[in-house]
């Protein structure tokens, strides 16, 4: 009889765990990044900031620059003070890890693993104690699930007489994490200078140049010298131009450039205008006095008379170096940060150098240059529809940004098409330009070159269905941001009680579903019509909420599953699109503040304080009264699963109506 008892209640408890497993395994709030705060402190007023940043085991957080708009970088934003000024922005440490992710188009991600280290330099202006204060902002993930979480306030206090270093700077590797992106960025300078060279404003002065050097020098030697000077100093003023740059802008205006809006929409602009002038509209220029008197000095003799020779050059080119120099200090900003602009520059300059110094130590080479004419212009041209091209891309991001939904995939491709077929049929000499010349037979080179632009005009086209082009993965919004045979995919209205249509706004429903983007309003029309809620909490930068889209939920059963058995409401809990300030506010999670500003912040203590998880993806199933159906599941890539988990809570669905 006892040992009945002790089994009976074996068994209770028993059933008790098993109730209780599936709770525990949903029901917590993820933190896997753990961030620690030290100063150190030098003898020349002046203090270095460390966030040290320890990453659970299988997580991994994104860098400053993750290598895409539609991931979330890790970005520190500080309160205004009058006790200091920073140096610079803030500067990882150490190399991230490189992956290509085929969920952003196979665009190169940039994280960390276990650790991560960020530094921020001060000048102190304060003689005594003060705290920095601040947030930092970030998204962590591992390989089923991402996080989103709202910034995460810092107070550093930095005590001035305290000269003794906390975190000695031995114990970090201090490797700059950015050495492969400024090889990128040097290679795209040197590629925009070699373009350059042959623009009709730079490629006649080569010969003029050289062989001036060569006749006033007295010896070949003495000639080498003076234009090997004059190519350094070409190199000196566009690496001088790059550091200008930086520093009228300042370190954390080139940081913004990446998920700015405006930024984003001022270089479309920018860009747009700089094409125009290569397409021969106008040309942008410099007053003419100011390059006069420039020129002037070059008459002067010796290194100063060098040196404002190769001034005059680059003013004297601006029409034609301008456009590509804009573009590249645009890129330089946005992809490398504060160095970004001086490697960008070093390369556009050497390139541009190069052919001074090696004409001149070998002069019989100027034979072998093709005489300036029509073909100069041509070149041109064809920047201009690149720099078109490139235009797109900003405005591309600064859609993405606010998700307008106007420059979708599809639309972004078709202007690309547009832009590669006139580049390929003017390059035929089917159409003109101003300052064109007459277009008598077609070069080789120009057929081959023609070739190239039609054949990727049409490698486009299939990208309109649906097709992957790996050959641009990147550059086009991602294959999700895109438009359905019926529009775009998620203008779907539905009907609630009263008659109003409530998707007024173009958002995102994954694969054309219809769904919501409002609990609220979500919930009313399940009650309407008498079916399970479910809750999809997404992310627009979670990867792993695009496999579940693209792999699970394309799946015809389970896309017939998703349209006909549950009223799906999507709620993105890193959308920053601002509340109304009636309804920002500050609640409590535990002991911590949570700070609802954005609509993202709304879904994600929404998340946080119902089902006490903060991790995306995350599919819950409601009945009417907002009880669970069933124990909610993260990511999976089973589909089969995930049937049965749909089919289970539908079953439970009809259940509970019956009663």
């Given at each position: 009889m006892i040992f009945f008892y002790r089994k009976s209640f074996i068994i209770y408890v028993a059933l008790f765990l098993?109730?209780?497993?599936?709770?525990?395994?949903?029901?917590?709030?993820?933190?896997?990044?753990?961030?620690?705060?030290?100063?150190?402190?030098?003898?020349?007023?002046?203090?270095?900031?460390?966030?040290?940043?320890?990453?659970?085991?299988?997580?991994?957080?994104?860098?400053?620059?993750?290598?895409?708009?539609?991931?979330?970088?890790?970005?520190?934003?500080?309160?205004?003070s009058n006790d200091y000024n920073r140096i610079d922005s803030v500067q990882q440490v150490g190399s991230p890890v490189k992956k290509k992710e085929p969920v952003f188009d196979n665009a190169e991600l940039s994280f960390f693993e276990k650790e991560a280290v960020f530094k921020q330099k001060?000048?102190?202006?304060?003689?005594?104690?003060?705290?920095?204060?601040?947030?930092?902002?970030?998204?962590?993930?591992?390989?089923?699930?991402?996080?989103?979480?709202?910034?995460?306030?810092?107070?550093?206090?930095?005590?001035?007489k305290k000269k003794d270093k906390i975190l000695a700077d031995n114990t970090i590797s201090t490797e700059n994490n950015s050495d492969q992106s400024f090889i990128g960025i040097f290679i795209k300078g040197f590629l925009g200078g070699l373009a350059a060279l042959f623009t009709p404003c730079v490629f006649p002065i080569i010969p003029l140049t050289v062989s001036f050097f060569t006749k006033q020098s007295k010896t070949r030697a003495k000639g080498i010298a003076n234009a090997s000077i004059y190519s350094l100093a070409i190199i000196l003023i566009y690496v001088l131009l790059g550091m200008a740059v930086t520093l009228i802008f300042g370190s954390d205006a080139l940081n913004a450039l990446s998920t700015s809006v405006w930024f984003n929409l001022a270089f479309f602009v920018l860009l747009v205008v700089f094409a125009i002038s290569f397409l021969g509209a106008f040309e942008i220029t410099l007053p003419s006095s100011f390059v006069n008197k420039v020129d002037a000095q070059s008459d002067r003799g010796g290194?100063?008379?060098?040196?404002?020779?190769?001034?005059?050059?680059?003013?004297?080119?601006?029409?034609?170096?301008?456009?590509?120099?804009?573009?590249?200090?645009?890129?330089?900003?946005?992809?490398?940060?504060?160095?970004?602009?001086?490697?960008?520059?070093?390369?556009?300059?050497?390139?541009?150098?190069?052919?001074?110094?090696?004409?001149?130590?070998?002069?019989?080479?100027?034979?072998?240059?093709?005489?300036?004419?029509?073909?100069?212009?041509?070149?041109?041209?064809?920047?201009?529809?690149?720099?078109?091209a490139l235009a797109l891309k900003f405005?591309?991001?600064?859609?993405?940004?606010?998700?307008?939904?106007?420059?979708?995939?599809?639309?972004?491709?078709?202007?690309?098409?547009?832009?590669?077929?006139?580049?390929?049929?003017?390059?035929?000499?089917?159409?003109?330009?101003?300052?064109?010349?007459?277009?008598?037979?077609?070069?080789?080179?120009?057929?081959?070159?023609?070739?190239?632009?039609?054949?990727?005009?049409?490698?486009?086209?299939?990208?309109?269905?649906?097709?992957?082009?790996?050959?641009?993965?990147?550059?086009?919004?991602?294959?999700?941001?895109?438009?359905?045979?019926?529009?775009?995919?998620?203008?779907?209205?539905?009907?609630?009680?009263?008659?109003?249509?409530?998707?007024?706004?173009?958002?995102?429903?994954?694969?054309?579903l219809p769904c919501f983007h409002d609990y609220d309003e979500a919930l009313a029309y399940a009650k309407q019509v008498g079916k399970p809620l479910m809750i999809d909490f997404t992310g627009w930068a979670c990867v792993n909420c695009r496999k579940m889209e693209e792999k699970v939920w394309s799946d015809p059963e389970v896309d017939k599953r998703l349209r006909n058995d549950v009223i799906l409401v999507s709620l993105y809990v890193d959308d920053k699109t601002e509340l109304p300030a009636d309804q920002q506010t500050i609640k409590k999670i535990g002991e911590r503040d949570f700070k609802i500003k954005t609509i993202g912040n709304?879904?994600?203590?929404?998340?946080?304080?119902?089902?006490?998880?903060?991790?995306?993806?995350?599919?819950?199933?409601?009945?009417?009264?907002?009880?669970?159906?069933?124990?909610?599941?993260?990511?999976n890539p089973d589909i089969q699963n995930y049937i049965n988990w749909l089919d289970e809570a539908k079953s439970e669905f009809e259940k509970r109506n019956k009663k």
């Open positions: 098993l109730a209780f497993i599936p709770v525990v395994g949903y029901s917590q709030i993820v933190n896997p990044v753990k961030w620690d705060y030290t100063v150190n402190i030098s003898d020349n007023n002046e203090a270095e900031l460390v966030f040290k940043a320890t990453i659970d085991k299988a997580w991994h957080l994104y860098s400053l620059q993750p290598g895409s708009l539609d991931v979330n970088p890790t970005t520190f934003t500080f309160d205004p001060i000048k102190i202006k304060s003689d005594h104690a003060f705290v920095v204060k601040g947030q930092v902002s970030f998204q962590a993930c591992n390989e089923s699930q991402c996080i989103f979480p709202p910034p995460t306030d810092f107070e550093i206090t930095v005590d001035v290194l100063i008379g060098i040196f404002f020779m190769a001034f005059t050059l680059s003013l004297v080119s601006f029409s034609c170096t301008g456009p590509i120099i804009g573009t590249l200090l645009v890129d330089a900003a946005v992809n490398g940060n504060i160095k970004g602009p001086f490697w960008g520059m070093f390369g556009f300059s050497t390139a541009l150098a190069l052919p001074f110094g090696l004409f001149a130590a070998f002069p019989g080479w100027l034979n072998s240059l093709p005489k300036s004419g029509g073909w100069l212009n041509s070149v041109k041209v064809v920047l201009g529809f690149l720099e078109l405005a591309s991001n600064a859609d993405l940004v606010v998700q307008a939904g106007i420059i979708t995939r599809e639309v972004f491709l078709v202007l690309w098409i547009i832009i590669f077929g006139l580049m390929g049929v003017y390059l035929l000499g089917w159409i003109k330009f101003p300052h064109d010349s007459e277009l008598k037979h077609l070069s080789i080179v120009r057929l081959f070159f023609a070739a190239i632009a039609l054949s990727f005009t049409f490698y486009l086209i299939p990208g309109l269905w649906g097709a992957p082009l790996k050959l641009i993965s990147g550059f086009p919004p991602p294959a999700f941001y895109s438009e359905s045979p019926e529009g775009f995919s998620s203008s779907k209205s539905i009907t609630i009680l009263d008659g109003k249509q409530i998707q007024k706004k173009k958002e995102h429903c994954p694969n054309n709304k879904w994600s203590y929404f998340q946080a304080s119902h089902y006490q998880t903060n991790t995306q993806p995350q599919y819950i199933l409601l009945d009417n009264n907002e009880q669970l159906l069933s124990s909610p599941i993260s990511y």
